[in-house]
C-alpha cells in the first residue's frame, strides 16, 4: 500500500515563502510521477504543479508559474512545493498526489491514484 503524506503547511503573511514536503512510501518511489493540487473554501480542487519520475519534466499552473517551484529527491522518497511570493489567493488545502508507473507529469486529479491527507496553507494580507 502507498502511503503520501504531506508536511510544511502553515500561516503566512503575503509575500512570504513556505516549502510543502511529500513522502511517499510503499513501492519505488523514482516509478511515481508526483502532483500538488489545492483546494480553497468552496472551491473546486485544482492542479498546481506536477513533476516526471525523474525531476526532469515539471509544469505549473499559470496562476503559479514563476512562484512556486517543484521538485524531488527520490534517495530520500520525497518531493517538495517551493512557494514564494504567496499571495491571499493561494490559501488553500494542498494535497500531494502519486501515480505510479507514469513518469510524465500529470495534469488531471483523476490520472493519481494516491493522494495525500492535506495540509493547510494560509496567506494573510
Known amino acids: 500500500q502507498v502511503q503520501v503524506v504531506e508536511s510544511g503547511g502553515g500561516l503566512v503573511q503575503a509575500g512570504g515563502s513556505l516549502r510543502l514536503s511529500c513522502a511517499a512510501s510503499g513501492r519505488t518511489f523514482s516509478n511515481f510521477a508526483m502532483g500538488w493540487f489545492r483546494q480553497a473554501p468552496g472551491k473546486e480542487q485544482e492542479f498546481v504543479a506536477a513533476?516526471?519520475?525523474?525531476?526532469?519534466?515539471?509544469y505549473y499552473a499559470d496562476s503559479v508559474k514563476g512562484r512556486f517551484t517543484i521538485s524531488r529527491d527520490n534517495a530520500k522518497n520525497t518531493v517538495y512545493l517551493q512557494m514564494n511570493s504567496l499571495k491571499p489567493e493561494d490559501t488553500a488545502v494542498y494535497y500531494c498526489?502519486?501515480?505510479?508507473?507514469?513518469?510524465?507529469?500529470?495534469?488531471?486529479?483523476?490520472?493519481?491514484?494516491?493522494w495525500g491527507q492535506g495540509t493547510q496553507v494560509t496567506v494573510s494580507s
Open positions: 513533476i516526471s519520475w525523474s525531476g526532469g519534466s515539471t
Open positions: 498526489a502519486a501515480e505510479e508507473g507514469r513518469y510524465a507529469p500529470l495534469l488531471y486529479g483523476y490520472e493519481y491514484d494516491y
